[in-house]
């Protein structure tokens, strides 16, 4: 459903995903070898021959095929067929005339004369065919070739789908080295490529959606009142001074440095194996910032002194964040390194600039704190707005997933995952 939604929206606003098909630059030709270049195509490639050997093969009508010809600048055309495949992805096989391929390896010739200085022959003069293919050659010269004839004929051969292809999604399907192998001068060049397109979006029920009804779910983090005043608070803690406690335990709005070890709790009661994400040695804990703790941990170090260990069972919520921990019941064992209070300085006018540079009065911090905590209440309820839109408009529609946006949703997966990971060390 996430997938659905997510191309609801790709559809909804395509523009940001598109991109236009810039012309070949001849100036970028490779020097000495092309091996890099073939590698970049093989390994794209295999890839799309692994991406394609794993998706569900669908019958492709004949309808779905069209034929036409990309006029190449004052020349020969190049020949295309387009298919329609699986995935809203669109196959184009493309056919070269020997006209552009020679016109590409003069090209390429061209460029090596200018760049290699070639022994008995002056610089910006020409240099015979034979002697410059010996020189550089022949195998570096042909791959050169074929790198230009793609960067000429591919911007030609995708000219239908460029207002409706999905960035970074063009991929080619023939390997670099059968392309390589298969040139000839006298003969049509082939390759085939394939690029994502914007999907279509069809509706389950015409009718559906007439009726549709739509609950947005504002988190309490974004209300503006409760927002601007735990900023405040942020701020006027800022400035207070860090004091060591020595003559009490640990209570709510202390600072305390902490040594954490935790092992889960078999269903018999026995102690199990380590559980290193939740172990941490020398962790800060601000007191009256606890909304990501196991519940019951903070209360269970009320009145801890330093120096004092404490062992105690706690149980992590089928809500923890962290998919592996919900609902492991844990024995925790923290040792009390350091203890520290918050010495604040009075909350009033003349504090004003240091809260918030610019203000005078503490009225004006708590009005401009007000207003950009205003601001980023009504970008998030637009937001939640948006995906709760979405949301509903993903169970009413069927969507043919584009290979692309599964790649970028996994990718934002894995991102949250590794940030996760980070966090929790």
Partial sequence: MELATAAVASTAGAHRYLRRFSSPNYSSLPSSSSSSFARQFSALSASASTSRAQRRRLPVASAAVELREASSQGGDSVRVTETLQPGSSVKFSVEVPPSICQECYETTLQEYAKRFKIPGFRPKKAVPEDILLNYVGPKHVQDATVEAILRHTL??????????ALEDSVRILTKFEDMANSFSLDTVFRYDVAVDVAPEVRWLSEDKY???????????????????????????????LLRIVADRGLQVGDLVVLDIFAESISSDGS??????????????????????LVPGF??????????????????????????????VRAQFTVVCK???????????????GKLLPGCT?????QERILQRCKEVEKTAIEQATDNAILDQLGKLVEVDVP??????????????KLLQLQVLK
């Fill in 155 to 164: 911007p030609q051969a995708l000219a239908s789908v460029e207002d409706r």
């Fill in 210 to 240: 007439k009726n549709l009804k739509v609950v947005v779910e504002i988190d309490e983090i974004v209300d503006a009142e409760k927002a601007a005043e735990k900023e405040l608070k942020r701020r006027h803690k800022a400035l207070g």
């Fill in 271 to 292: 102690k199990g194996e380590k559980i290193p994400s939740a172990e941490s040695k020398g962790f800060h804990l601000d007191t009256e910032e606890n909304n990501n």
């Fill in 298 to 327: 903070l209360g269970s170090l009320i009145g801890f002194r330093p120096g004092e260990t404490r062992s105690f069972p706690l149980q992590f919520p089928e809500s923890f964040e962290q998919d592996s921990l919900q609902g």
């Fill in 338 to 352: 350091e203890l520290f209070y918050r010495e604040l300085p009075e909350l009033d006018d003349s504090l004003a």
């Fill in 361 to 365: 009065t503490m009225d004006q911090v």
């Fill in 403 to 416: 290979r692309a946006l599964f790649q970028e949703q996994g990718q934002q997966l894995y991102g949250a």
